[in-house]
């Protein structure tokens, strides 16, 4: 027989589960259990049940639990015969634990061999048992289903049991050098004990031990300020000593975090073509960046005008020293010329984040946050990072690292000089290209012609100035005019220039050279650039530009193709095209002054109608989200389609940036729609920070045009974002504040999400009963607004309270019936949900069989609906059930899988606890299966 105290109250025998109806047949066989073979008298039980006030009947009422318990668990003893199981001892009753596989004395055995195994030194082994012992728990308290005695003795002496045995594991971790696993341990036990010096001094070591120096300072800070408040004393030696331990070795140098599953970034751009001369140039950047390393970052700033060819240096010496930074090279453009949107330093650090393999939703919100993430994550590697295009030094201070493994090349017009004072950058001013190598460069565009023609060839150079973007645009101009002699179109562009020697508003010669091949260009492809100025985000698509010229996909499409023959605009991905910050700056002035303030007006609309109808029709591939009723769209707007999901989710990636930047410059009319159709993308992929920086526009639009239902789906919409992102106290605030405005607008749907969002909230704090609360409300608001699929969520929330309190019979009747209605709607998502909550109660009764057969149908439907995350969760969730069948080959491929999938998506963490079950799983092969329940998931 089974005995499980480790959560709710739960008795399996041969397998199968035997349910305890009443709380108070639950709370008397849990003390018994707790007390660890020892009697509990009646009056013991008396005081545990009911404190001072217990009825007069306590007595019989004992006895009868008592009686009924052994009916329960002893239905084959005799009338009259005594019982084994629970004899009468004295007073009172005893549980006798031979023959009974008891979990919290299974936890204590584990917990003692895994503090054994660790005094010999054996790491592997001690986490192994640590993690067995650990995996015992189903809540973070004991009986679980019994308030009553959430403050007794016994079951509190258990809960600090647990957080020491949290406490060892992550000691151990520390010890195997996996600093980062332990501090995630560390914070685990710190969010539940705030004020918990000892825990709260391993969190600080953790911290310096995986090179998180900041954090470890400002968590020192933070716990002597609240001490201050809460208590009115200072910290204890505990935390005295971890903090001087980490003053002491700051003066050590950086230490390196433990090696970790590593993503090696290559986001370098493509080399340039047709790269001339720059030799002196090129070996003081490797001078300065490969000379011998030190604690200083090496930091190399080309500065010159714009044109010159900064970017073009930069990146081709990048790409011939690659091999000399083996941990990865980082690009990012930060635009800092853009006219419209310069990137900024938090922007900038999210995308190198990314690229260095962290997941969008671990990405912190706050920018001095993501500071101190991305030193942490490059500390001690060897990692080449190219700061392109930045307009000041405020722009790439965040971004520079702390450890000088790294070397960092910044392009910029200005000459940074602050970076060279404080930062003891090396600056490196590009000049003009030499008459020669200009020739050279001209030479290999144009051909032949240039050796025939050498005089005019020289003033064709001489009329580009030395700049290489004039000269390739001058070049291809040339080379697509081959009927042409050079001599006239040299001559041409002589005059061109002298024309707008007064007139040049970009600044430089190159003005000229642009305007010469603007007006060499076919009417539909001239009028496609000027209009290119208005665009907003950093690159465009063929249908993005149909849609801001008005004309068809094809048609726009063949404009891009000219564009790019005659280097105006540049290839940017696939189906992308963007643009040199010159030629944008060209392209807006030729915008501004030749097209009617209507034509541009009715341009951005277009364009943003565009990108509101695409991001719907997308969205709706994605969940079953409520209807939203778009303004038209303007005429000339293509519509947009897609086969599945996964081409959805493809053009919601691809246009990521633009639509963040769409939403920052739509009318404030647009702002609301825009976020609101962008959400789902968002929150499926983890984009959390950007989901809140979308909404708070929306917000801050509703507010200025006074609009109150927008006012409340904002609210809703940042509520449910702080929850994903484990900010509860902000989620339960905002969700809180939008149910209160749904009220006051009469709007029932509003109401019910706020209340499902809430069962997320309380449930993830494990204030079930609140969560239940807010569950049961939701359904009712999803019935009054006749919302069938968020009444049949609600349904299946409710099912997993249940579930989460050990209420298996009614779990199971209000999935059934959540079941019943996702299948009858085509709620596919939803389904696969309850399935999987199903599938939890299932395992947890005893019943594998059925279990596994839920968690493979909602498999399954993952996989038809491309949610590869939950997908993993669930091949997780089926392992744990094969493994307590008994049936490790089923187990170990959904782990493996999982972990796989896991680890494609960048949950590196996650995926580290999956492999661990993979390794125990091939240690234990000979093992019996220990029915240990999958981890909980939160509510759908």
């Known amino acids: 027989m089974q005995i499980q105290l480790l959560g709710p109250v ?23 259990g707790l007390a660890s073979g020892r009697a509990v008298s009646r009056a013991e039980l008396i005081d545990a049940l009911w404190h ?26 005799p009338k009259r015969a005594p019982s084994s199981l629970l004899p009468s001892v004295g007073d009172g009753y005893g549980l006798r634990t031979a023959g009974c596989d008891i979990d919290v004395v299974s936890f204590r055995t584990g917990v003692n061999r895994a503090a054994a195994a660790r005094r010999a030194g054996d790491h592997t082994q001690a986490l192994t048992l640590f993690d067995t012992a650990l995996g015992l728990w189903r809540a973070a308290a004991p009986l679980s289903d019994v308030p009553a005695l959430a403050a007794h003795p016994s079951a509190l002496a258990l809960v600090e049991e647990r957080f020491a045995a949290l406490a060892a594991k992550g000691e151990t971790l520390l010890a195997a050098g996996a600093a980062d696993e332990a501090v995630a341990l560390f914070e685990q036990v710190a969010h539940a004990r705030p004020l918990d010096e000892s825990a709260l001094a391993r969190l600080i070591r953790g911290y310096e031990a995986a090179g998180r120096r900041a954090a470890a300072v400002s968590t020192y800070h933070e716990v002597r300020r609240r001490l201050a408040d809460e208590l009115g004393i200072g910290p204890g030696p505990d935390l005295v000593s971890a903090y001087h331990a980490l003053l002491a070795e700051e003066g050590a140098g950086p230490r390196t975090p433990r090696a970790r599953r590593w993503r090696v970034p290559a986001t370098l751009p493509g080399d340039v073509a047709d790269f001339v001369g720059r030799e002196q140039e090129l070996a003081r950047l490797g001078r300065v960046l490969l000379g011998a390393p030190g604690t200083a970052v090496p930091i190399a700033v080309v500065s010159g005008t714009a044109g010159v060819g900064k970017t073009a240096l930069a990146l081709h010496w990048s790409h011939l020293a690659r091999t000399r930074f083996p941990d990865g090279q980082l690009h990012v453009d930060l635009r800092g010329y853009d006219p419209q949107q310069p990137l900024s330093g938090g922007d900038a650090l999210a995308r190198l984040l990314s690229a260095l393999g962290l997941p969008a939703h671990e990405v912190p919100l706050e920018t001095a946050d993501r500071v101190t993430r991305y030193r942490t994550e490059v500390s001690g590697r060897r990692i080449l990072i190219v700061l392109d295009n930045a307009s000041s030094v405020d722009q790439v201070r965040p971004l520079l690292p702390g450890t ?24 490196l001013d590009l000049d003009l290209l030499p008459l020669g190598d200009s020739l050279d460069l001209l030479r290999r565009l144009i051909g032949e012609r240039i050796d025939t023609e ?28 081959r009927t042409t002699p050079l001599p006239y179109l040299v001559s041409e562009l002589a005059d061109r220039r002298r024309r707008l020697d007064m007139l040049d508003s970009v600044g430089s010669p190159v003005s000229a050279v642009f305007s010469w091949s603007y007006q060499h260009l076919p009417a539909a492809a001239a009028r496609t650039f000027r209009l290119l100025g208005l665009q907003f985000g950093p690159h465009i698509s063929p249908a993005a530009s149909a849609a801001l010229t008005g004309r068809s996909p094809e048609d726009a499409r063949a404009a891009l193709t000219l564009l790019t023959r005659a280097h105006l605009v540049h290839p940017a991905g696939p189906d992308r095209y963007g643009m040199h910050d010159l030629l944008r700056a060209y392209a807006t002035e030729l915008a501004h002054a030749d097209v009617t303030p209507a034509d541009q007006a009715g341009a951005r609309r277009r364009l943003v109608d565009y990108y509101l109808h695409t991001a719907h029709t997308a969205g709706a591939m994605l969940d079953h989200r409520d209807p939203i009723e778009l303004p038209p769209a303007a005429p000339g707007v293509p519509a947009a389609a897609f086969a599945d999901r996964d081409s959805a989710l493809r053009w919601f990636a691809s246009e990521h940036q633009t639509l963040l930047a769409a939403v920052d410059s739509a009318p404030d009319t647009h702002v609301g729609y825009l976020a609101r159709t962008v959400s789902a993308y968002l929150e499926q992929r983890g984009h959390w920070p950007d989901w809140v920086t979308t909404q708070l526009a929306a917000l801050a639009a509703a507010q200025r045009l006074g609009d109150r239902p927008g006012i409340a789906a904002a609210h809703l919409e940042l509520g449910r974002a702080h929850a994903r992102m484990g900010r509860y106290a902000e989620a339960d605030r905002l969700l ?14 509003g109401q019910a999400h706020g209340h499902n969002n809430l069962t997320l909230v309380f449930e993830r704090q494990l204030d079930l009963p609140r969560a239940l609360e807010h569950a049961t409300l939701a359904l009712a608001k999803y019935r009054a607004a006749g919302n069938r699929v968020g009444e049949a969520r609600a349904l299946n929330n409710m099912g997993w309270c249940h579930t989460r309190l050990g209420r298996y019979a009614e779990a199971v009747a209000h999935c059934e019936r959540a079941l019943a209605r996702q299948r009858e709607i085509g709620d596919r998502s939803g389904e696969s949900a309850t399935l999987d909550t199903l599938g939890f109660v299932h395992h947890n009764v005893g019943r594998h069989r059925q279990a596994i057969g839920c968690y493979e149908r909602a498999r399954d439907l993952y996989r038809e609906c491309g949610d590869r995350f939950n997908e993993a969760s669930l091949l997780t969730h089926l392992g744990d059930t094969a493994r307590a069948a008994g049936e490790p080959g089923t187990a170990g491929e959904a782990w493996r899988n999982a972990r796989d999938i896991l680890t494609e998506l960048g949950h590196t963490a996650t995926a580290d606890e999956v492999a661990a079950k993979l390794a125990a799983l091939g240690a234990a092969a000979v093992r019996p299966a220990d029915g240990s329940a999958p981890r909980p998931r939160r509510p759908a």
């Open 10 to 32: 739960r008795v399996l025998r041969g397998g199968v589960h035997i349910d305890i109806p009443t709380a108070g047949r639950r709370a008397v066989l849990g003390l018994l």
């Open 52 to 77: 001072e006030d217990p009825p007069h009947t306590a007595v019989n009422v004992i006895q009868t639990h008592v009686k009924h318990l052994r009916k329960l668990l002893e239905p084959d003893r």
């Open 404 to 427: 000088g493994s790294c070397a960092v090349v910044v392009t910029s017009r200005d000459t940074l000089g602050e970076l060279v004072a404080r930062h003891g950058a090396r600056r």
């Open 454 to 481: 050498p005089g005019v060839a020289e003033a064709l150079a001489a009329q580009c100035v030395g700049l290489p973007l004039a000269l390739r645009v001058a070049a291809e101009l040339a080379a697509t005019l």
């Open 736 to 749: 809180g504040r939008a149910v209160s405005l749904f009220e006051e607008l009469g709007d029932p749907l």
